[in-house]
């Protein structure tokens, strides 16, 4: 065709437009193909105008000349696995995909796995034929339900699966032919990881940085930059030894891609010089896929030799990455450092003086991201291990394996991580309980299953009673109390409870902890002033006392397209230390100090409402603040309902409270008694509703009215006691749905 950009722009859009309308999918496919195509070559163009020069990135130039022919068969790990014991040192790469959530981390990660033949032989060839231009990829890569391709290979768990989000760090193994490579095979090894994306799980990401060479940081070319995307990009630049970064744009091929413009500000923003070095790419229509995987073998470095190998040769050092729990005990992802790790070795754990006792390996392989069983694991490579461990808590990420007649000596040196990596500190608190009290101990056996691969769970074990359990009163019985990362980290318990366990639990409201300094007081009869730290609200003093309350702060950045709204969002949460900044395209940068029980109710969901859905922050924290704070507490016909107790401004305590018994009233099942909801605080009654009572109808009976006034007084009467009765003894059932309440509680 003889037409313009703008004209050939032109005629696709309406294409696809008319092919949506009459159904014909396969022509739309090629159009959108076609327009991925188009959007390529013209951010290509748009970059040169700006730049004055053609785009052709050093690891462009170089492909030309170093890339694998067209002709070059195809290595797959599943057919090939015998050539990674031969692949030395110098030819492994390790590698991290780190973005904002929903940037195409995973999706782009099973485009690799496709393409280095991981997913079987018909997918791997037909990606490897498109990726060398011998076809024309005619799916576009949906994953629609008439081709019912999947693109998110990596995220096994079902919760991910569901909500299309990563929750756990993932690995796999690669091989991919390549003229870099110096072995004798010309085939490289590569270990790829795929991180969350949401910052909740934030420090999965910070751990797979510190396992890794190379990162690879992908931006949405419809977005560009986001908060996440700056917080990961802060996380490398932190780092005492980071890995290279690499830039790649995904979903170029959307029709709201903006790649020319997202370049530029990338470069501008995050201090690059060059933005022919930010590599194209698109999962669903699979470009940019081998000239991603080619720039990582080219600027990605190999794992770096012990310092003392020379001294300690052959001697087995692995690093465990990451361990989960199943049906055979424990299982450990590994890094093995130095020499060689086998089947049926004795090891032991070099941890916090243990290694007095030892294993037998057992069983391990290479993850593909499918186990493969390969019976021993050479140096530089990653691989699982089970070795009859019945403790994860054993195996924390960082934590170093060597063989049992070795694990006494002090001399060697050994990597750590920081002791935040390999555990985290909890954020928010919650209890949580079954539905039946009978089921308690299949509770807490599932909890306690889930614990062990998710190192930011915590459960708490009180003095009180020994073994983690927590009184949830007569509403809700014996229950844990247990730590998390955030309210995606809650939700995220609660599905996979349901999804891994069949257990419908009932978590109580987060909380976050506070810091109560109680002074003298006769009510107290302190001598001298006490600091202590609540996690529990029964804790919280009693009204009259004298206290000072200082509750945890952190530091919000937040990006979004306009910045009065959300200016006005942060005032109205009594945010501090306002500071905004003009992005390079388009949209601001809004940082502020916001209370940490601000941000755990509902602020990200106001956040997208004000922002249309734009609006993207992330958080750190920033020690305490004083603050006039109240305790609410909830009563149901006159008693304590302590796990539906909250926190907050004490001039905000009235509205939220009134908000907080509405809900109640429209949530909790309706009784044969007549139920009174109650919210106090500072020793007052500040908000109150009545639910009714179901009303049964005694003056009827085998379908015939009862006649006589006295015989219906006397019935109206035994009514009237009976519910008195069940009033003063009876049980309100609460559900989820009665404590989502108190988390959603905006006036």
Known sequence: FSWSSQETEGFLSSMIMYTSRTGNHILKRLLVVWQGLELKHKAKRHITALTGRPFSSTAATR????????????????????????IPLEDIRNFCFIAHIDHGKSSLSSRILELCGNLGPASQQKAWEVATGKIVETTGGSTSVDNRERIDALDTLSVEQERGITVKASTATLLYKHPSAIGPTGVLCLNMYDTPGHVDFGREVSR???????????????????????????????????PELLMALTKVDMESARPANCALSICEWLGMDDPEAILLTSARSRIGVKELVDAIALQVPPPKPMPDEDQ?????????????????????????????????????IRNEGRGSVSYSVQELGIVTPSPVRTGELERGQMGYIRFGLRDPRQALPGTILMLAADVQKEEVFLPTLPAYLMKEESVLYASVHPEDANGFEELAHAV???????????????????????????????????????????????????????MNAVVTPPKVHYRVTQTPHKKNNLKEAVTMIIEDLSEWPDAGTRFIVEEPVVRVRIMCPEAGPVLDLLSRNRATDMETQPLPDEGWLIEARLPWAEVVTDFDDKLKSVTAGYGSMTTQEDGYKQATLSKVDILLNGEKVEPLAFVCHKDDAAGQARVVCKKLQEVLPRQQFVTVIQATADGKIIAAERLKAFRKDVLTKSGKSVSGNDRKMKLLQKQKKGKKRMQETGRVQLSQAAFNSVISRST
């Open 63 to 86: 492909r030309k000349h170093e890339s694998s022919s067209d002709d070059d068969k195809v290595v797959s790990i599943l057919q090939d696995r015998d050539l990674i014991a031969k």
């Open 208 to 242: 797979s940085l510190s396992f890794v060479e190379g990162a690879v940081l992908l931006l949405d070319a419809s977005q560009g930059i986001q908060a996440q995307t700056w917080s990961v990009y802060e996380k490398v630049k932190a780092m005492d030894d980071p």
């Open 312 to 348: 300690y040769p052959a001697m087995l050092r692995a690093q465990v990455i990451d361990s989960w729990y199943d049906d055979r005990g424990v299982n450990c992802l590994v890094r093995v450092l130095s020499g060689k790790l086998q089947e049926n070795h004795r090891i032991s």
């Open 448 to 502: 306690e299953r889930l614990a062990l691969n998710d190192t930011g769970l915590q459960v708490s074990r009180t003095s009180a009673l020994g073994s983690g359990e927590t009184v949830g009163g007569p509403f809700l019985g014996p229950g844990l109390k247990v730590g998390f990362q955030g309210l995606l980290h809650v939700e995220v318990f609660r599905q996979r409870l349901r999804d891994e366990f069949g």
